[in-house]
């Protein structure tokens, strides 16, 4: 299927590779119940949306991820897919805003080029309580790679690429506590550790998309109050 909002908001799953096609046919179905506990409210919110974008890298399949800078206010030193809040510029969400949204974000945290990417499908929106952001995940495949690096170091301190075989490597695969008494899954790799709304969403794509391995979920790994 594909869908065309107009100014590079194209979603089509042709032409993708045989690999990523479970992720595209698990994003046709996928129920926000099934994505997280935490859904938008009827009213409210600041719409936002993320690039989850997979590409093809020496190690196989794998995704980009950005560390956001230690100084920032909120979620300081946290890994998390590129991505921010709709500007007015983006349009209307309903008609590509959010895929609009998502790649100019990409682009202007880590310099990726967006003509190189083929956005294959949206999830549902998800809602993040702390900071009252109703988040949608876009799904890309970067079929074009360009150079990425930090666009601006008072906002991203790095931008890296993990395979995606190590996030389903059980080694590498934790339950974070929060001192608040939240859990989430959590993922210990490329010395980062990746948790929060970024972990749930690789969590159960890892999940729905038939690629998850058993690991020990009695395996804890302890968050920073600050956190």
């Known amino acids: 299927m594909t869908s065309t909002y107009g100014r590079g908001a194209t979603v ?3 032409g993708l590779p045989g690999w990523l096609e ?16 935490f859904l938008p409210p009827e009213t409210g919110g600041r719409q936002s949306a993320v ?19 230690g100084t920032l206010r909120s979620h300081a ?13 983006d349009g209307d969400p309903a008609s590509g805003g959010l ?16 003509s190189g990417v083929q956005i294959f499908g949206v999830l549902p929106q998800l809602y993040i ?11 890309g495949w970067w079929r074009e790679p360009t150079p990425v690096k930090p666009v601006d170091k008072a906002e991203t301190a790095r931008v890296f690429t993990v395979p995606v075989a190590r996030l389903t490597d059980p080694e590498n695969r934790a ?7 939240h859990t989430g899954p959590a993922f210990l790799v490329e010395d980062a550790l990746v948790w929060g709304f970024t972990a749930g ?15 020990d979920r009695e395996r804890q790994v302890p968050l920073d109050w600050r956190s």
């Open 99 to 114: 895929v609009r949204a998502a790649l100019r974000e990409a682009e202007e945290e880590t310099g990726l080029d967006p």
């Open 12 to 14: 089509t799953a042709e």
């Open 51 to 69: 690039l989850v974008l997979f590409g093809d890298g020496p190690e196989g399949p794998e995704l980009l991820l950005l560390e956001r800078a």
């Open 175 to 181: 339950t974070a506590i929060h001192p608040s008494g």
């Open 201 to 215: 969403v690789i969590d159960r794509i890892l999940h729905y998309a038939g690629w998850e391995l058993p690991w």
């Open 22 to 37: 479970p992720v595209a046919r698990a994003s046709e179905t996928i129920e926000p119940h099934q994505l997280s506990r």
């Open 77 to 89: 030193g946290q890994p998390s897919f590129p991505g921010g809040a709709l500007d007015p510029e």
């Open 129 to 139: 309580p702390v900071s009252g952001f109703v988040v949608t995940p876009v799904l």
